[in-house]
């Protein structure tokens, strides 16, 4: 998640008296430390969390390495979109419906558990043309509204717009997550990238399960590269019909802001949309397609 205007960390690692602190944020947006986790308050920093090389490639450049139609891309990853509250954005994407939106839940409410905005958007981009629609904040259904303050396994929200966005197709959903297992991370909102608009793909790997949340939903490492603004991004499994198995979270880093292998100590994680974060798909999908 990102606030338009400008980004200032406020919560990174550092070694303190010879112990080195982990410090746990919401990707992108700023994230006050817990008690007891130090900070540097108005640091500058990269927003931007990498494992070594950047994986991350626009439409034009991931087809070309994998010997894919650049056009077809575009239109099967036409799903992935901004969503905008106020001055802050995250990511998401529509799932299973094309009125229907899965997020992370601090991409709606902030640290105090506070909506985030009285008014949000649902952006795309569709054969060269923006597309705006409303988002029915009513509608939200959350694992937390108040995200901040309980484990991030919860941190996922599921919402309806107020019209369907005709002609693109939305995501599947996929099997239950598997540890060490290929995935795609698609996302816009990453501020490198156009002016956070840019649609980001790349291949790379979901990696350990960190935590097991009472409705149902886990929580995963991957390596995937993440910038500021995408919070929310599907991870994708099934190359051939994009099928999304979780989404992104934040990140864990005792050297953030640097390039780094991907470790225990250094990783970005996802929510898988299992459990009630499916349920909530599915009965929100069913209640859209009732009404229709």
Same mark, same amino acid.
């Not at 303190?16 to 640091?43: D, I, N, R, W």
């Not at 599907?234 to 099928?243: C, E, F, I």
């Not at 949309?273 to 069913?286: L, N, Q, T, Y």
């Given at each position: ?67 894919? =139609?650049?056009? *077809?891309?575009?239109?099967?990853? /036409? ?5 905008? &509250?106020?001055?802050?954005? %995250? $990511? ?115 990696? =350990?399960?960190? *935590?097991?949340?009472?409705?149902? /939903? ?5 390596? &995937?590269?993440?910038?500021? %603004? $995408? ?62």
């Amino acid at each position: 998640m990102i606030h338009k205007g400008g980004m200032r960390a406020i919560a990174v690692s550092v070694a303190l008296f010879g112990v080195a602190s982990q410090v746990s944020a919401a990707p992108f947006f700023e994230h006050k430390p817990t008690k007891g986790e130090p900070a540097f308050v108005g640091a500058d920093v990269t927003p931007v969390v990498v494992f070594g090389k950047n994986s991350r490639r626009g439409v034009e450049e991931f087809a070309a390495e994998n010997h894919l =139609d650049a056009s *077809a891309l575009q239109r099967k990853f /036409t799903a992935s979109g901004l969503i905008e &509250c106020g001055a802050a954005h %995250g $990511a998401g994407q529509l799932t299973l419906t094309d009125d229907l939106v899965t997020t992370a839940a601090h991409v709606f409410f902030d640290e105090k558990g506070a909506p985030r905005a009285k008014s949000c958007v649902f952006v795309i981009e569709s054969n060269g043309a923006q597309i705006r629609t409303p988002i029915d904040l009513n509608s939200i259904v959350a694992g937390s509204t108040d995200p901040y303050a309980i484990e991030a396994v919860h941190d996922w929200a599921v919402a309806r717009l107020t019209r369907p966005i005709h002609g693109v197709t939305p995501y599947g959903l996929a099997d239950a997550a598997r540890p060490n297992t290929p995935a795609e991370f698609v996302a816009r909102g990453h501020i490198d990238w156009g002016d956070g608009r840019r649609l980001s793909m790349e291949k790379c790997t979901l990696h =350990d399960q960190l *935590a097991a949340g009472e409705e149902g /939903t886990r929580e995963f490492s991957f390596d &995937c590269e993440t910038g500021d %603004g $995408a919070s929310g991004g599907a991870v994708l499994a099934g190359a051939d019909d994009p099928v999304i198995e979780a989404v992104l979270v934040g990140w864990r880093s005792n050297r953030p802001f640097r390039s780094a292998p991907f470790s225990r100590s250094h990783y970005n994680f996802a929510v898988t949309i299992e459990g009630d974060f499916k349920k909530a798909v599915v009965d929100a999908s069913k209640k859209v397609m009732v009404s229709k």
